[in-house]
T-cell receptor
Framework: EAGVAQSPRYKIIEKRQSVAFWCNPI?????LYWYQQILGQGPKLLIQ????????DSQLPKDRFSAERLKGVDSTLKIQPAKLEDSAVYLC???????????????FGPGTRLTVT | GQQVMQIPQYQHVQEGEDFTTYCNSS?????IQWYKQRPGGHPVFLIQ?????EVKKQKRLTFQFGEAKKNSSLHITATQTTDVGTYFC???????????FGTGTRLKVLA
């Protein structure tokens, strides 16, 4: 079974530039998560989709971050414009969870390491 | 808001010694998951606990969910160098969708 795919793996940008990350979850997984992990800290949920609907985006800085999940499969996370404090690893995860079943474990992708200079 | 704390933050042990990390939530949880993250890697699922007082074992690892469902622990017996990494708990409150990850415990095992 293929795992969660993410690209790019690394990205270096200057502050005020834009960046986008892509995630392809495990086939059949209804729930998709985007986490931000700053060095030395636990993952912090940015946004959670169930199929193509948003179920939680309470910690997403909506003035600069946006995310979409088209057709309930792939997802993209965008930052525009980036700030120095956005330097982190952005992790995508997926799980089988649906509104009537669960809870299930989360499968994480390898992450994208973003450096903002 | 909901907070999940873990102690200790760091632990260095000699190979063969035991290790325990504790996870405490400010709110009652519906379930808790444990993950291991190797240096430079991504979190990998270890176990999920759902019932009050539940205890689960995986070889040398023992996981426990508190009676009040506000705390949990992970105990490793006779640590090995392959146990090196950061252990995170992640708890979900009933009626919510998201998991709150703990602050993590970084384990180093000295051979």
């Amino acid at each position: 079974e293929a795992g969660v795919a993410q690209s790019p793996r690394y990205k270096i940008i200057e502050k005020r530039q834009s960046v986008a990350f892509w995630c392809n979850p495990i086939s059949g997984h209804a729930t998709l998560y985007w986490y931000q992990q700053i060095l030395g800290q636990g993952p912090k949920l940015l946004i959670q989709f169930q199929n193509n609907g948003v179920v939680d985006d309470s910690q997403l800085p909506k003035d600069r971050f946006s995310a979409e999940r088209l057709k309930g499969v792939d997802s993209t996370l965008k930052i525009q414009p980036a700030k120095l404090e956005d330097s982190a690893v952005y992790l995508c995860a997926s799980s089988l969870d649906r509104s009537w079943t669960g809870p299930y474990e989360q499968y994480f992708g390898p992450g994208t390491r973003l450096t903002v200079t | 808001g909901q907070q999940v704390m873990q102690i200790p933050q760091y632990q260095h042990v000699q190979e063969g010694e035991d290790f325990t990390t504790y996870c405490n939530s400010s709110t009652t949880l519906s379930n808790i998951q444990w993950y291991k993250q190797r240096p430079g890697g991504h979190p990998v699922f270890l176990i999920q606990l759902v019932k009050s007082g539940e205890v689960k074992k995986q070889k040398r690892l023992t996981f426990q969910f508190g009676e009040a469902k506000k705390n949990s622990s992970l105990h490793i017996t006779a640590t090995q160098t392959t146990d090196v990494g950061t252990y995170f708990c992640a708890g979900k409150t009933s009626g919510t969708y998201k998991y709150i990850f703990g602050t993590g415990t970084r384990l180093k095992v000295l051979a």
